[in-house]
């Protein structure tokens, strides 16, 4: 399990879309959360949790500086947009998480990031959207 990780709950749609995705990606953080996550059903996922195309905010630290993101796939993303990709080491950090937890992650040049979840703005689940 990757370090500095606090559990992960995702949705079985989420692991099942992001599964093939990653098939022939071996070397993805993202396998490794897929691994050990709690998987649980789309009307069961807590309403505070990041789920795929979650909007949410992140303090990071120790800047304290508040973002607003968006978690989505590859194809969607657009980091000047808050638009992040799950594939990318911010986004695989913070998949799964809930309000309150803290994401880890190395830049490609190997310097370590951290931001807490400070609120989900808005989450297909929580909407009675299971199918985003």
Known sequence: MPSHSPERT???LDVTRLSRRLQNNKSSLLIDWLDVATVVEATEVPADLITMNTLFTV????SGETKTLRL???EDAD???GSIS??????ASLLGLNV???AVW???QGKEHMAVVKQVLFQ???SGDYAL
């Open 79 to 81: 980091p000047a947009q």
């Open 59 to 62: 303090e990071d630290l120790p």
């Open 100 to 102: 309150g937890d803290t």
């Open 124 to 126: 297909p689940e929580a």
């Open 10 to 12: 995702l949705t079985q």
């Open 106 to 108: 190395h830049s490609p």
């Open 86 to 91: 799950v594939l990318s080491p911010v986004g």
């Open 72 to 74: 989505c796939y590859p």
